[in-house]
């Protein structure tokens, strides 16, 4: 809030105060949909195809006389309702945390100091700061403003933005919303201009939106491309699975004449069919994948956000703040040709310069919020504290704020020992040149001047003065001071050159980026040279290569779109430029990441295909038009979101091959004894026990996978590729008709060599059990092998395996869950067996993963 302390400000709440009302009144929140209970989780779980086809086999079993497989099958039913719970419980409290960061933030005086807290914590009789871009977070009463506009269109539906006033002691209007000059501000509103000190009348439920009883949702459910793949898969596979498993149950009828038992085979292979786990992965990955994403201070708005990172081309980013510490230092100064260095520690300034520093501090607030004029102060108290430049006894008397038609701001002050006013102004050298009416032999050496600075990467600030006699009264002025900021005669000062150092982790960032196939581009309103200094230090390459938001207006789109396709640096542009920006990339068939703070880059931000507001120092308006907010305005941030994001989509995929080759085998196995006439080797129980490593390996053990190794290192995913493609289908049938072959062979040698229907099962059953861990070992990294992937830890991995194995050796050797899976005991060498075919279909794993053939399908994907 660059200018919110040039109002004077009353007092606010201390903090044991507003704790006392937040207690009484509650957080300031909006009616919002319920949040889910258990048990609204839990009646979703039984309406799942899953759980009713579960149900259906239990029925059966009761039917068929059978009451310990049916009480199995109950006891399994529990589990998975418990896994299902625990899932979606950790996906709720995901998205109420990101909820919580999505808030809007307020900026209140608290205990006598500005404070910046989330929307909700705001109560009765906070002492609120407002300015453009903010969302007004509750009800207020404008104590002091300085030309005051609000957007009320939520509430009234009308688009012209209103007029505020402060109230007049003793004046009592209705604070109804709409008309011009109403002392109340409402939640919900927009503060579209101006600036104003207000104080909280009402909160939550009781402002005149909460009135109206509109939930305001921050974060946005859509379906997105991700979650449309998804249902085609999903539906493909039901629809398949259904269609067999009516095949099934004809078949087995007809041919084996019990019409009981066909129905329990078609419906243990619909269970083996239904990819009931697509929809939940998905799920899963994008609430937890928002959520560590936040950890690295960047909270996801939308879903979309999470797939498009991966295919980003271009991050367009700001320099100030971003790039930078924005912590700004003055570190040299200029008048008439001459500088001077100001060193780190230096605790004078030659008497030449003092009133560079002198009026620079004059014209700034006395507690300054911008980081400029806090550099401003620091240098001054630091360098003329023995000095008589230094004025605390000077009374303020006005301000001509900033405008968009001059960039330059003054301040009037009133000494007790002068006869004349004392005008101070600062702001861009030319503004300030403007106001000095310089003629062009002076502007041009200011030019150099200004020049020679810039190149050196100095962000420039102009300084100049005048006095005014008290008492003089221009016509139309009531308090006896000129209308605007050149009827002064002001005398031009010199220059300011102020350093905003690059922040450390920002090259390794820019370098990451650029291995990532990721093109920088940096938007700024600074000059040229100090674009082209900051663009070196980076490493952003041909940082001379400079285009000017003059010289961008006086191009067409397709010369901007010849020259922005190898143009990274954009010096002198204005925030209405970057939506120009935006379209000739995405022109280019880029897909842009935009980052933005103003109200005037929210265009910009909806345009690009990622937009980043900074959470720091940016508007509600470009948080509330944007797809991520960036929470520390860091942009190694970025770079971390875009690591994460291509993690996520990466376990996705891996997640959905596990779970498309997983279902082969088990739908095979299911199949092919019904057609071959051989005993049944899975039954609705073993296919239970095998969801329970399915569920928890594909939700939980990969999206806990870490980042392969190179995942910095490859182009950006081209946009509109398949979640599903070429190579996940080759891996997955590989896999999965692999160990379909290797599990069906040993099943029918067992059955062709005399063992028994139990024993034979158990082989095929710990064959497919193997099968399955090792798959899941395989597929935790696509470009390393089993061996390397096992150094990289994963806990919950470790847990899963360990569980089924333990699941797996009590139905085996625990004589009463023998009965149940109908398995017969194997023998020691029987169990060697099946070890060494589970490393033959680790091996058939490793091969499908093998580089020639991702070489081979990136040739088909890029023809």
Known sequence: MDAISNLDEPAGLSSAEAAAILASDGYNELPSAKKRTVFAILWDVVREPMFILLLACGALYLILGDPQEALMLLGFVVVV???????????????DALRELSSPRALVI?????TRIAGRDVVRGDVMLLQEGDRVPADAEVLRSTNLSADESLLTGESVPVRKTPRNDGEARPAVPGGDDQPY????????????????????ARTEIGKIGKALQSLETEDTDLQKQIGGIVKAFALTGFALCAAVIVVFGLTRHDWLEGILAGLSLAMATLPEEFPVVMTVFLALGAWRISKRRVLTRRAHAIETMGSATVLCTDKTGTLTLNRMTVSRLSRGGASYEIGAEAAELPEEFHDIAEYAILASPADP??????????????????????????????????????????RVWESPDRERLVVAAKGAPEAVADICHLDEAELARLRADIDAMADDGLRVIGVAAASFEKGARPDGSPDGLPVGQHDFDFRFVGLLGLLDPVRADVPAAVAACAAAGIRVVMITGDYPGTARNIARSIGLPDPDAIITGPELDAMDDAELRRRIAT???????????????????????????????????????????????????????????????????DFASIVHAIRIGRRIFDNLRKAMTFIFSVHLPIAGMSLIPVLLK??????????????????????????????EADIMSRKPRPVGERLFGPRMIFIGLTQGLGILALVAGI???????????????????????????????????WTESILKSLRRPNKALWIVAAAALGFLALALFVPALNGVFGFAPLHLWELGLCVATAVVTILINEFAKLPVFARAFDRGRRR
Request: with cysteine; aromatic share 8%.
């Open 678 to 707: 051989w005993p049944l080797a899975l039954m609705p129980v073993h296919i239970l026990f095998l969801e329970l490593i399915i569920d928890p390996a594909c939700s939980i053990v990969f999206e806990m996978e870490e980042e």
């Open 81 to 95: 309702i418990g896994i299902t719970l625990y899932q979606e419980t950790k996906t709720e409290k995901a998205l």
């Open 747 to 781: 099943y029918a040698w067992a059955l062709s060599s005399g063992y028994g229907v139990g024993e034979a099962r158990a082989l095929a059953y710990v064959n497919l059990v193997f099968g399955n861990i090792g798959m899941i070992f395989s597929n935790r990294s």
């Open 369 to 410: 919020f911008d980081p400029m004029e806090k550099a401003m102060r620091e240098l001054g108290e630091r360098t003329l504290a023995s000095t008589e430049h230094l004025h605390a006894d000077w009374t303020f008397v006005r301000e001509y704020p900033l405008s968009d038609s001059l960039l330059a701001m003054s």
């Open 110 to 114: 608290r205990d006598g100091v500005q």
């Open 185 to 204: 501000v409402f939640s919900g509103s927009m503060i579209v201009k101006g600036q104003g000190i207000t104080r909280v009348l009402s909160t939550g």
């Open 567 to 633: 143009a990274c640096v954009f010096a002198r542009a204005v925030p209405e430029q970057k939506l120009r920006i935006v379209r000739a990339l995405k022109d280019n068939g880029e897909v842009v990441a935009m980052t933005g703070d103003g109200v005037n880059d929210a265009p910009a931000l909806k345009a690009a295909d990622i937009g980043i507001a900074m959470g720091g120092r940016g508007t509600d308006v470009a948080r509330e038009s944007s797809a991520l907010v960036l929470l520390d305005d």
